[in-house]
């Protein structure tokens, strides 16, 4: 019930194409989505966050959508660009004292072609 | 202002052998959390210690502990070292009660 499954496990996207990466979750208890990415070599970054009260929520090109009923919850960039090639992680934490403990999803590799 | 810094960055240490991490978090933040990164479990959340006390830990060995100290620096040991615990050790802080979590660059730790 812990768990945080993320599709796709890579993703190819032409430059100024739109990336779009899924995650699901089962637990209910979790109330904070925060995106993370990584590139080689260093630690992972936050991206964007949500919270189930909204649906949406955008910042610059990247976009969270949030379906509390379904328990899925997606990041999309639009217009890839190159410097957005890393891996990406959805995470899922629980409230209250429970924030330190983040469950992630096993990651996208997110390659933008020029 | 700066970030997460862990110490040392790369470690090489022979299987049975004991290692000691090193985390500082961002000025002000009282929680740290420590993070496994392998390429077949991902990123798995070890424990997290919040005023030196531990709030939440994950499901390892207990060769694996940590403490904090009252400046919030937090240390992660494992001993008795084997082949698979290998990986990329994250630490990440944050400021009290809220959820953002900051990550450092990592410890990249080889046992071989």
């Known amino acids: 019930q812990q768990q945080v499954k993320q599709s796709p496990q890579s993703l190819i996207v032409q430059k100024g194409g739109i990336s779009i990466i899924n995650c699901a979750y089962e637990n209910t208890a979790f109330d904070y989505f925060p995106w993370y990415q990584q590139f080689p070599g260093k630690g992972p970054a936050l991206l964007i966050a949500i919270r189930p009260d909204v649906s949406e929520k955008k910042e610059g090109r990247f976009t969270i959508s949030f379906n509390k009923s379904a328990k899925q919850f997606s990041l999309h960039i639009m217009d890839s660009q190159p410097g957005d090639s890393a891996t990406y992680f959805c995470a899922a934490g629980a409230g209250g004292t429970s924030y330190g403990k983040l469950t992630f999803g096993q990651g996208t590799i997110l390659t933008v072609h020029p | 202002k700066a970030g997460v810094t862990q110490t040392p960055r790369y470690l090489i240490k022979t299987r049975g052998q004991q290692v000691t991490l090193s985390c500082s978090p961002i000025s002000g933040h009282r929680s740290v959390s420590w993070y496994q990164q392998t390429p077949g479990q991902g990123l798995q959340f070890l424990f997290e210690y919040f005023s030196e006390t531990q709030r939440n830990k994950g499901n390892f060995p207990g060769r694996f502990s940590g403490r904090q100290f009252s400046n919030s620096r937090s240390e992660m040991n494992v001993s008795t070292l084997e082949l698979g615990d290998s990986a990329l050790y994250l630490c990440?802080?944050?400021?009290?009660?809220?959820?953002?979590?900051?990550f450092g660059q990592g410890t990249r730790l080889t046992v071989v």
């Open positions: 990440a802080s944050r400021l009290g009660a809220a959820a953002e979590a900051f």
